[in-house]
């Protein structure tokens, strides 16, 4: 918590200052105070060849994303699902093989919805399948299936239900 009221601080001063308050063992009054001390920080090997491979398929699936925006297709980028072609060996196969990468990838791209497909005439962008949630704005195919929060998705129930008293 300290790291990141030191690195919030020259952009949001009095926000940062206010979570200073919360921090245990602080030997300052403010966050301004602190000295901030670079820390090491390093990836495996394995780790920098995934986040390339992803960060170059994000690149190639950019202009996609762009050009259906102007097709009207899609307005937000949040409002695709994409659906990426796989052949054995290639970037994408990572991407199918780990649900945890797809998921990251995901976000990466910044739309609601991805599929790995082995149909290689398959669109590549299209608008996504369901409704829009109006908490994290992901378009879902389970909105409204819940009827505690019929406009919000699963994963926002969930997390909405980890905060109920």
Not at 51 to 58: C, G, Q, V
Not at 64 to 77: D, H, P, Y
Not at 90 to 100: M, P, Q, R
Request: aromatic fraction near 8%; include cysteine; proline fraction near 3%.
């Amino acid at each position: 918590m300290t790291g990141l009221c030191q690195m919030l601080a020259p952009i949001l001063s009095f926000t940062a200052d206010e979570a200073w308050e919360f921090v245990p063992g602080k030997t300052t009054g403010t966050v301004h105070e602190v000295e901030l001390k670079p820390s090491d920080f390093s990836i495996s090997e394995s780790e920098q060849t995934k986040w390339k491979n992803l960060l170059e398929l994000r690149e190639q699936l950019l202009p996609k994303l762009e050009g259906k925006r102007q097709e009207k297709v899609i307005g937000k980028s949040l409002e695709a699902k994409i659906r990426l072609y796989t052949e054995k060996g290639g970037k994408a196969s990572d991407l199918a093989a780990d649900t945890n990468v797809l998921e990251e990838f995901r976000e990466l791209v910044n739309v609601s919805q991805f599929e790995i497909t082995k149909d290689y005439n398959a669109d590549l962008v299209m608008h996504a399948d369901g409704q829009k949630c109006e908490r994290c704005w992901h378009w879902e195919t389970d909105v409204g299936s819940h009827k505690e929060h019929p406009t919000i998705c699963g994963r926002c129930v969930e997390a909405v239900n980890q905060f109920k008293a």
